[in-house]
Structure formats: C-alpha cells, structure tokens
C-alpha cells in the first residue's frame, strides 16, 4: 500500500484558503458554464482510462471490466450533472411578486438556491471511481458551485492522487477559478478538515464508526456543518410464502449472485434473508458452498471482516451452513441461518453489518410476524420484498420497507444503484447521517445548496435567475404556479 506523510497543518489551511477564495467565483458562473467544467473532468478521465485501470486493479483487486464499468459510471455522473445544471430547476427558483391583497399583505420576494461554500469529501474504499477522489459526492458538489477538498482514501492512495491530478488539469484547462478542486492525505488530516473554520460541508462514504466519529465533530464545531455520511446497512430481503412457493429457487440464485457480488462488498449487499420455515436451503447451500474464492479489498477491511464473521459464527443462535475459507488474500462465501424469534431477541448482535462475503438467513413461521423486523432494523439503503401481487402481506411489507429504506424494492435485487433523477441512495440512521437526502442521482447536488431569499431588491440587483426577463431561462415556480422558464 501507498504511503506518504500527511498533509500538515499548514498545508491544510493553505487549501482552505484557496477553496474559500474560490468559492464566491464558482458560485458565481453560470449553471452552464459550470456544466463545462463537469464535463471537461469527465472527457479527461475517460481519455485517461487506460492509465486509471491498472492502477484502480491494482489497489482495489478488481477485474478489469469492474473497474472499467466503475469509471464510465463516474463520468457518466459527470454529464448527467452537467445537464441537470443546464435544465436549471435543481435551483427552485421562485418569485412572488408583491401583492397588497394576499392573505397577509406580501412584499415582492424570490428565492433560489446557493452554494454552501468548500466541501471535503472522504471517499469510499469499495468503490475507486464512483464514490471516491472524483465521485459523486464530488461531482454533486462541483456541480452545486462548491470547491472540493477531497481527502484520499489510503486504500487507492496512488488512484486518488492520479485521479486528483486530472481533474484539477482539466479545470485549469477550462479557466475554472484557482482552488476549485484538491487532494489532502491522513487521517489525522481529514479530523482537521472536517472541523476547519472554512469548510461548510463535508460528504463521506464509509464505516459506521468512522462516520460516527466524524459527524461528532462536524456537529461539536462551535459553527456546526452539515455532514452527508453513507455509514452502514444489512439491506434486508423479505420472502413471502406465495413467492416462495412460486419461484423459491429462482430467488434463491438470485439471492446468491447478489450476496456475494464484489466479495460481498457493495453497501447495498443484502445481508439478511427472511424465508419461510418449511424452505428447503440445499440449493443455497450448495450454490454458496461451490462459489469461488475472490480478494477483499486490503487487510483492514479483511481484519473487519474477521471480527464480523466470527462474532456472527460463534453465536449461539446461529447455525454456520457453509463456512467460507481464506487462502491468502482471498476469501469464499459464508451462509449461517436463524429463526424469527433468535434474531428479535439477538438482534443488536445478529444484526450488525459485516461488510465482505457473509449472509444470513432466518426463517420465520407466519409472515405476518415479518412486520415485527420493525422493530429490530435500524435506518437501512435499502428493503427488498420477492412476493405476489395478491400477496396480503405486500402491501404492509413494502409500507415497512419505506419505513426503513431511501429504496423499496419489488422482485428485483439491491445490488446496483442507477445514477437517474428518481434515485434514493439514502436511509434514515444507521445508513445515513442525513435522511433526507441521497448520495446519488441528480438530486444529490441538493445536499451543498441552501436556500436565500432576496426582498424588495430592484430588477438590476437580483440574480439574473430571479429577474423579471429570466435571461437565464430557468424554471421557475412564480406565484405558486407550476414551475416553467
């Protein structure tokens, strides 16, 4: 693994100091011309894809096509911000007009949405491109016009700083204000980062305790800031008896490639199966059993693992049915089973993520004990339901779900999340510090915006979003009425 001495506290202010002093001059670029600069980032790191591959392989221990998938993801991001900044109603422009005769006598008053100012971003280990130095949290907020400070992810140290190096090439190609974008590194740097004076935002991707330890912070600054953290999930999957009955083994193989998808590493790996008792698990078991062995992504993450497994393993509630074997860096799958009643009484245990190759599966008597998971079940990314449509149980299943989850879904699998307008990749806690918001789709550049409203301020002084003339052409909800340019 790369290693490198800290940025110092020197250096880190100097950062800061440049994001800050570039701050008011993105924010103040058009929303087309900042699509510019997205979309010069996202040509550069599609031209240097095939120097960017080898070396996320390397770091991470992805195929090829996984991290060549990965990158045209990530710029693939890029652009669709890019056009949702050029369609202009992220910005919820609305203006109402003076009116003596509303219900209290209305001033004229418009409001539109603003950049927060510099934003550090920590990326996540399990995914170098998509969620790291030049990923969506980044993308979101150089989208919104605020400077980036990303701070490396020490699994693909050498992938960040290359990564880094490229974007801010690309800006600099394109005239984008000095500071927009940097690289910081250690852990003791990213503390200082998130509690310094001039940060206003901070994103991050990654474990619970990590995440927790770092949102303290942001929230104990004598001026709190938001922090947008992706901590953890178990992604639950629920199986009524109909679907079982109809197309048990069908499920079950799918439930297999999901589970093990990326070694078990993907934040929306479904971790816990709930089945009817009377299933029969062979199949399961075999199909985990005959899975190859495949690396997880560095020893820390390994040493997690290990502490997970064998804490779920060593339970007296459970019941290994394949015990997966290490051989060297590489691990195959384990599957351990529970009842209904062992997970409800053992749930904090039971419950816990463990992030690498590792499932569980409880079986329960009457479905409609399902509902009792509420519970148990912290804030979740996502909440599966395999049922039939006359199932009497769907209704109150998929009304559990988005109790629990940013995402519900219906006979389809968690692993895989689009990058589109309707995406929710959020949850109440545990999964998010901020459930009100998600960490992918366009709506994701909401989390760096913040509302202002400007009154009485004569036509020539407004922003051009908020004139009369609209030179801009963005949508605009005015006096209530549907948003149109």
Not at 31 to 60: C, K, S, T, W, Y
Not at 95 to 117: N, Q
């Amino acid at each position: 693994m790369t290693t490198a001495p800290d940025t110092t506290p020197e250096e880190l202010d100097a950062v800061m100091e440049r994001a800050a002093a570039a701050a008011p001059l993105l924010a103040a670029l058009t929303p087309g011309e900042r699509a510019g600069l997205l979309r010069a980032v996202a040509d550069a790191l599609d031209g240097a894809a095939d120097e960017l591959v080898p070396i996320a392989m390397e770091e991470a221990h992805y195929p090829e096509a996984r991290c060549r998938g990965e990158l045209g993801r990530t710029t693939f991001q890029l652009r669709l911000f890019a056009e949702t900044l050029e369609e202009g109603s992220y910005l919820e422009a609305a203006v109402d007009p003076a009116d003596p005769d509303w219900g209290t006598p209305r001033p004229d008053v418009r409001r539109l949405l603003v950049p927060l100012g510099p934003v550090v971003v920590f990326g996540a280990s399990n995914f170098p491109f998509a969620f790291a130095t030049a990923g969506g949290d980044s993308a979101s907020a150089l989208a919104a016009g605020c400077p980036v400070v990303v701070k490396a992810h020490p699994g693909h140290l050498r992938l960040a700083r290359r990564t880094a190096e490229i974007v801010v090439a690309a800006l600099d190609g394109v005239g984008a204000p000095e500071g927009g974008f940097a690289l910081v590194e250690g852990v003791e740097t990213g503390k200082r980062a998130v509690t310094h004076p001039l940060t206003r935002a901070v994103g991050f991707t990654g474990s619970i305790p990590g995440g927790r330890a770092l949102f303290d912070l942001a929230v104990s600054r004598p001026d709190p800031i938001p922090f947008y953290g992706e901590l953890g999930s178990v992604n639950p999957v629920f199986v009524t008896r109909a679907a079982a009955a109809a197309r048990g083994d069908e499920i079950l193989g799918g439930y297999a490639d999901s589970a093990t998808m990326g070694s078990g590493q993907f934040c929306t790996k479904p971790g816990v199966l709930f089945v009817p008792e009377e299933t029969k698990l062979d199949a399961l078991v075999a199909d985990f059993g005959g899975r190859a062995a495949a690396p997880l992504l560095n020893e820390r993450v390994s040493e997690g693992f290990v502490r997970g497994l064998d804490a779920l393993s060593a339970h007296p509630a459970t019941e290994v049915l394949v015990q997966g074997v290490r051989t060297g860096d590489d691990w195959t799958p384990s599957l351990l089973r529970t009842d209904l009643d062992s997970l409800l009484e053992n749930a904090e245990t039971l419950l816990e993520e463990c992030f690498g190759p590792a499932t569980l599966v409880v079986t329960y008597p009457d479905e409609r004990r399902l509902l009792e998971a509420a519970g148990v079940f912290g804030g979740q990314l996502t909440v599966t339901v395999h049922g039939e449509e006359d199932d009497e149980i769907a209704p109150a299943l998929l009304a559990l779900g988005a109790s629990l989850a940013g995402r519900v879904l219906w006979n389809s699998w968690p692993t895989g999340v689009a990058v589109t307008h309707a995406m929710t990749h959020g949850g109440p806690y545990p999964a998010t510090t901020a459930p009100l918001h998600t960490s992918v789709g366009t709506t994701a550049v909401r989390r760096f915006l913040r509302p202002v409203t400007y009154q009485s301020v004569p036509q020539s002084l407004l922003p051009r979003e908020l004139r009369d003339d609209n030179p801009l052409g963005v949508p605009r909800r005015v006096n209530g009425a549907a948003p149109s340019a």
